[in-house]
T-cell receptor, first 109, second 112 residues
């Protein structure tokens, strides 16, 4: 099936690094995405990685892609309270995106 | 204003009633999508459209109808609402098949 999996919850202390993990299903996905959803809002694209890359860094965000294991991770350095949100990974399959269930990140003071 | 908008933002209705959720985008994106978001399920695709007058079913289409007579609009109709359709509905659009997808703010629908 087309199941993208993520752990549902993650808590970290402010200033620590957060690592959110995702496993996807389709090895032919061209792009893999991370979206952020703040309370009461829609999803916003955080970052994406092309499938022929294994790492992408964008300021505090680092995306790692392990194609062999179909594993994607998002690392947020120096996590802040404003990073508290739900994070969704998604893969592109044909014309559609398939989203994971989302990981709720809680940042503790 | 430019962007993707949804209306209404909140709706309460009764079982059996017809409800239409509106989605409008100003970018002339070819692709438009409707998702529902439920606890524990993440986002599930209801219907999508690759262009005006072209629509296709997603993962959970039963009980829903869509149309796309104009590129910028993609209304979603619940023909006879059921309690199981209580959810938050998100519309999205993107210009191409693998490009960034932009989401609307969502419509919270409650069916009593």
């Amino acid at each position: 099936g087309e199941d993208v999996e993520q752990s549902l919850f993650l808590s970290v202390r402010e200033g620590d690094s957060s690592v959110i993990n995702c496993t996807y299903t389709d090895s032919s996905s061209t792009y893999l995405y991370w979206y952020k959803q703040e309370p009461g809002a829609g999803l916003q694209l955080l970052t994406y990685i092309f499938s022929n890359m294994d790492m992408k860094q964008d300021q505090r965000l680092t995306v790692l892609l392990n194609k062999k294991d179909k594993h994607l991770s998002l690392r947020i350095a120096d996590t802040q309270t404003g990073d508290s949100a739900i994070y969704f990974c998604a893969e592109s399959i044909g014309q559609n995106f398939v989203f994971g269930p989302g990981t709720r990140l809680s940042v503790l003071p | 204003d430019a962007g993707i908008t949804q209306s209404p933002r909140y709706k309460i209705t009764e079982t059996g009633r017809q409800v239409t959720l509106m989605c409008h985008q100003t970018w002339s994106h070819s692709y438009m999508f409707w998702y529902r978001q439920d606890l524990g399920h993440g986002l599930r695709l209801i219907y999508y459209s690759a262009a005006a007058d072209i629509t296709d079913k997603g993962e959970v289409p039963d009980g829903y109808v869509v149309s796309r007579s104009k590129t910028e609009n993609f209304p979603l109709t619940l023909e006879s609402a059921t309690r199981s359709q209580t959810s938050v509905y998100f519309c999205a659009s993107r210009p191409g098949p693998s490009t960034e997808q932009f989401f609307g703010p969502g419509t919270r629908l409650t069916v009593l």
